[in-house]
């Protein structure tokens, strides 16, 4: 049965009439066209859909629609401002941090979540933030894209 969900999402006011069971990333991906989540495992354990939920970046696959009614919402799509890309987008382009698109965008959300909440982390309080985001095609080895230097694989 469907139902009304309101919640702000990338700074607008969003209503939907959904079935609030349904999870957050489905509903993202396919009801709002928003695609940067990726749909890696759907049991939260690899970082592809990772979006915020006021200012915690969380596992879009794991939250259901009625969780997010009144929340605030930041998507990947909602990073970019006046068709600029958010310093941290930049970041990553300009310090070769991109891997896949797949995994890519729950990479920067996941750093982003990082810096809302400690602007200033130390390295190894981003290596901890980030070897939750896994690679799944197979092209980095290891459990982690980030925890181990090249010179470690
Ligand atoms: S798809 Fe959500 S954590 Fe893997
Ligand atoms: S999943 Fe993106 S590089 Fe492997």
Redesign the pocket.
Known sequence: MKDTVRLKLNGKSVSLQVDPSRTLLWVLRYDLKLTGAKYGCGEGLCGACTVIIDRQDTRSCSVAMSDVAGKELITIEGLEQNDKLHPLQEAFVQHDAL??G???PGMIMSAYGLLLNNPHPTRREILRHMEGNL??????HGSS?LSKPPHGR
């Not at 690679?135 to 980095?140: H, L, V, W």
Request: charged letters at 10%; glycine letters at 8%.
């Open positions: 891997q896949c797949y995994c890519t690679c799944r095609c197979g092209a980095i894209t």
